[in-house]
C-alpha cells in the first residue's frame, strides 16, 4: 500500500546532541510537510517543501532544519535539541491539489515522538 | 490567516449514542476546505471526512457527517452510534485561499464510555 513512513518511531536524544528524523513515502506526492506537535496540542507547521522548493514558517526556530534530498525521503534535523523540543514529529504528504479535489488530500504519517534527556 | 477553534476540551458519550463536535473557524478566503482528523493515542492522523466551501451539501462518510453552516462559519462533526474505537482526539483542520498546508484547532478529547 502507498504510504508515508517516519522512522523511528520513538527517539531519545540527549539534550544538545543532534538528533535526524526521517520520512519517506511512495505516494509520489510533491509537497512534503514536518509539523511539530506537543503534548495535548494542535500540530503546529515547522516548514514545507513544494517540490524542491523549501517554505519556512516564520516562527520556527533556527534550531530546526530539514532536507528532502528526492521526492521520496524528506529529513527534519534538530541541530541541538532542548527539552522544550520533545515532541511528537509529524509529516505529511500531499499533492498540490485543488480545493475542489475531495478525492485527494494530506496523508500523514505516524510520528516520531521524540524524548530529550 | 487561518484560525481553527474548537472549544470542547473533553466530551463523554454513551456507546451507541451520537456526539456533536464543535468547530468554529475564520478566514478571509472565499475558497477553503475543511477537515477532520482523529488522532489515537498512537499518534498516527487518520482522516474522517471533508467539507469544501462551495459544497452545497452536508458531507458525509458513514457514520461521519459534517454539519457545515457557513453563514456562522462552523464545521461541526457528528458521530453516530458511537463505538469504544471512537475514543481519540479529533482535530478540525483548515486549508484556504493559497496556502498549501492544514492549520489545526486545538482539538478535542472524545471519551466513548460502555
Known amino acids: 500500500d502507498a504510504m508515508v513512513i517516519q522512522n523511528p518511531r520513538y527517539q531519545v536524544t540527549q539534550f544538545g546532541k543532534p538528533v535526524t528524523l526521517s520520512c519517506s513515502q511512495t505516494l509520489n506526492h510533491n509537497v512534503m510537510y514536518w509539523y511539530q506537535q506537543k503534548s495535548s496540542q494542535a500540530p503546529k507547521l515547522l516548514f514545507h517543501?513544494?517540490?524542491?522548493?523549501?517554505?519556512n514558517e516564520a516562527d520556527t526556530p533556527d534550531n530546526f532544519q530539514s532536507r528532502r534530498p528526492n521526492t521520496s525521503f524528506c529529513f527534519l534535523d534538530i541541530r541541538s535539541p532542548g527539552l522544550g523540543d520533545a515532541a511528537m514529529y509529524l509529516c505529511?504528504?500531499?499533492?498540490?491539489?485543488?480545493?475542489?479535489?475531495?478525492?485527494?488530500?494530506?496523508?500523514f504519517g505516524s510520528g516520531t515522538r521524540l524524548t530529550v534527556v | 490567516a487561518q484560525k481553527i477553534t474548537q472549544t470542547q476540551p473533553g466530551m463523554f458519550v454513551q456507546e451507541k449514542e451520537a456526539v456533536t463536535l464543535d468547530c468554529t473557524y475564520d478566514?478571509?478566503?472565499?475558497?477553503?476546505?475543511l477537515f477532520w482528523y482523529k488522532q489515537p493515542s498512537s499518534g498516527e492522523m487518520i482522516f474522517l471526512i471533508y467539507q469544501g466551501s462551495y459544497d452545497e451539501q452536508n458531507a458525509t462518510e458513514g457514520r461521519y457527517s459534517l454539519n457545515f453552516q457557513k453563514a456562522r462559519k462552523s464545521a461541526n462533526l457528528v458521530i453516530s452510534a458511537s463505538q469504544l474505537g471512537d475514543s481519540a482526539m479529533y482535530f478540525c483542520a483548515i486549508r484556504s485561499g493559497s496556502a498549501r498546508q492544514l492549520t489545526f484547532g486545538s482539538g478535542t478529547q472524545l471519551t466513548v464510555l460502555p
Open positions: 505529511a504528504t500531499s499533492r498540490d491539489f485543488s480545493l475542489f479535489d475531495r478525492a485527494i488530500g494530506y496523508t
Open positions: 517543501y513544494y517540490d524542491k522548493d523549501f517554505n
Open positions: 478566514t478571509s478566503d472565499q475558497s477553503y476546505g
